[in-house]
Each structure stands twice: as C-alpha cells, then as structure tokens.
Nanobody, 111 residues
Framework: VQLVESGGAWVQPGKSLRLSCAAA????????MYWFRQAPGKERELVAI????????TYADSVKGRFTISRDNAKEVVYLQLNSLKPEDTAVYYC?????WGQGTQVTVSS
C-alpha cells in the first residue's frame, strides 16, 4: 500500500485548500478511505471517512460543514476540501487505508 498526500500550505483564516492523496498497491475502489490530522502536541484524530462508492461520509464534529471528502476511483485519489479554515485546523493531514499511512501534508492556518 502506498499513499502520497499533497496540497498542504500556509493560508490565512477563512481561506480554502484542497488536499489530495494518491493511492497505489491495492484495489482502491474496494475500500473506505480516511483522512486524519495531528496537531502539534496532540494525538492523531480522525477527520473524515468516505465509503467505496463515494456517497457515504462521516465527519468529525469540528470540521462538519467546512470540510468535504471525495474520491475519484478511476484516478485512485481521495481528496479533502478544506473551507473556512481556522487556526485550530493547523496540523499534519494524513490519509489512511488498510492500516497504512502516507507521509502527511502540513496545513498551517495563521494570519
């Protein structure tokens, strides 16, 4: 299993970002995909889950209504759209599947 995240950046509060996670080494369309994040000094937390077909989602309360998880099964990529970003969204964001992790992508929200 290989997962490679990208799209992280430094942004000001209220702005948006789209994170991507390219997957390889497994049958992508057969699995739920997950986004987690880990802020400095905190435990890694689950942010969003997406089912195989892309029509079933679960979000952490802290991001509900602001973040959207989606996938392209043809491209084997899962996305996380981050809107209305807050300083407390600052973290390294990871995608996950089959107990495997990517290297993460840093999101920093600051004025």
């Amino acid at each position: 299993v290989q997962l490679v995240e990208s799209g992280g950046a430094w942004v000001q509060p209220g702005k948006s970002l789209r994170l991507s996670c390219a997957a390889a080494g497994f049958t992508f369309r057969d699995h739920h995909m997950y986004w987690f994040r880990q802020a400095p000094g905190k435990e890694r937390e689950l942010v969003a889950i997406l089912n195989q077909s892309g029509d079933g989602t679960t979000y952490a309360d802290s991001v509900k209504g602001r973040f959207t998880i989606s996938r392209d099964n043809a491209k084997e990529v899962v996305y996380l759209q981050l809107n209305s970003l807050k300083p407390e969204d600052t973290a390294v964001y990871y995608c996950n599947c089959l107990n495997s992790w990517g290297q993460g992508t840093q999101v920093t929200v600051s004025s």
